[in-house]
């Protein structure tokens, strides 16, 4: 495990409220933006599922409608539930009706999980063909690879963790949490429904060069208070990078946060 950890420090911003946290989640997004499709016409970004994708929504402002780059965006997900993508528990068809569909990204730069594996439930099958989307898209040099390991290196990955501590579909107590060499791995008993999803592992999350924690409401306290704790039972407690892992937390969430931490 140590070589998945600490290449950076965990930081964090506290903001008043959501609206805000969502304002600077955007001003984040944009700028780094600005920056990787200026350096090498292409901006890859990771979503989670879950609440995050509706604190995207200031993406949508017109400032940022006009002046993102969106053609230039990749778009990935860290995890994924196996169900088909039109279901309701699809974290691809949450981020598409919330987020995608009002944005100009090529509809060829929107990389989903296999639909005909999404449809039979196949767990094991999706995992693979992502794993080998990603290997591909990494020849055509439109993901970068970490220098160390090889693995895939996203510019940004935009996250979120449960009040359980997991992040992606990593579990506590679960072992997809310790796979080190595959890129994407999954999981049939999930404790949170749906039981089937996919996701990348801890070594391809921790390479990216940004990664954005997003966590709000009290629910969330508690684990939030044990990751800046430093209790690593909890998956989201390994979040790193390779630039920056910066958490965006609300008052809430942030409300049991030892002093000091
Ligand atoms: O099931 C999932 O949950 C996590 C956390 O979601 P949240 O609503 O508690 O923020 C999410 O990040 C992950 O992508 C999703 O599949």
Redesign the pocket.
């Known amino acids: 495990m140590a070589s998945v950890l600490a290449k950076t420090k965990r930081k964090k911003i506290i903001f008043p409220t959501k609206k805000e946290l969502s304002e600077a989640m955007a001003e984040y997004t944009a700028n780094l933006s600005a920056k990787f499709c200026k350096a090498r016409g292409y901006f890859t970004v990771v979503l ?5 994708i509706s604190w995207l929504s200031e993406l949508l402002e017109p400032m940022y409608q006009e002046s993102i780059e969106w053609s230039k965006w990749h778009i990935f997900w ?2 994924e ?1 196996v169900v088909p993508l039109d279901h309701k528990d699809s ?1 691809y068809k949450l981020a598409f009706d919330g987020f995608l569909s009002k944005v100009p990204i090529p509809i060829a730069n929107i990389y989903a999980i296999d639909k005909d594996c999404a449809a039979l439930g196949d767990a094991k099958g999706a995992a693979l063909l992502y794993e080998e989307c990603l290997k591909r898209l990494v020849n055509q040099d439109i993901i970068r690879t970490y220098k160390a390991s090889g693995f895939p290196q996203f510019d940004l990955q935009l ?5 359980d501590g ?4 990593l579990f506590p107590g679960h072992y997809q949490i310790k796979e080190k060499a595959d890129l994407v791995t999954y999981i049939t008993d999930s404790p ?1 429904p749906p039981p089937k ?1 996919i996701t990348f592992t801890l070594p391809v999350i921790n390479c990216a060069f940004y990664n954005l924690m997003a ?1 709000c409401d009290e629910a ?1 306290a508690d684990a939030v208070a044990k990751v800046f704790s430093d209790n690593f039972d909890l998956p989201a407690a390994w979040l790193t990078a390779d630039v920056e892992a910066i958490w965006f937390l609300d008052q809430a969430a942030a409300s049991k946060i030892p002093k000091g931490h």
């Open positions: 989670s599922g879950g609440d995050l860290v995890d539930r974290n996250l979120g963790m449960g009040p997991h992040m992606a579909s949170k999803r966590v969330q």
